[in-house]
């Protein structure tokens, strides 16, 4: 069974920077794509950024230019750099691995419990 654990949110001052890391663990022969959605109170779930096998990433408009999405140096890890927070960016984020091959194939989309990031003075 495949399971998503994030790490690394927390409350920040608007400017400020922290790092999100996401480990998938469970029996995984590989992971398509990896990436971070973000719901904040009384909106849905909107995607942040993905990453790709092959290295490829994609952005929210929103956070385009301040965050940054890595593939962790461990594998089948994700990290997410937020720098330049602002308070609109205050959300639960959700680690997301989709494309996952394990042992009975691929099934569906994985997500991990969320992590709160608050942007706040």
């Known amino acids: 069974q495949v399971q998503l654990v994030e790490s690394g949110g927390g409350l920040v001052q608007p400017g400020g920077s922290l790092r999100l890391s996401c480990a998938a663990s469970g029996i995984i022969f590989s992971i398509g794509v990896m990436g971070w959605y973000r719901q904040a109170p009384g909106k849905q779930r909107e995607l942040v950024a993905t990453?790709?096998?092959?290295?490829?990433?994609t952005y929210a408009h929103s956070v385009k230019d301040r965050f940054t999405i890595s593939r962790g140096s461990a594998k089948n890890t994700v990290d997410l750099q937020m720098n330049s927070l602002k308070p609109e960016d205050t959300a639960v984020y959700y680690c997301?691995?989709?494309?996952?091959?394990?042992?009975?194939?691929?099934?569906?989309?994985?997500w991990g419990q969320g992590t709160q990031v608050t942007v706040s003075s």
């Open positions: 997301t691995a989709d494309r996952v091959l394990t042992t009975t194939g691929y099934n569906g989309v994985y």
């Open positions: 990453i790709l096998k092959d290295g490829t990433t």
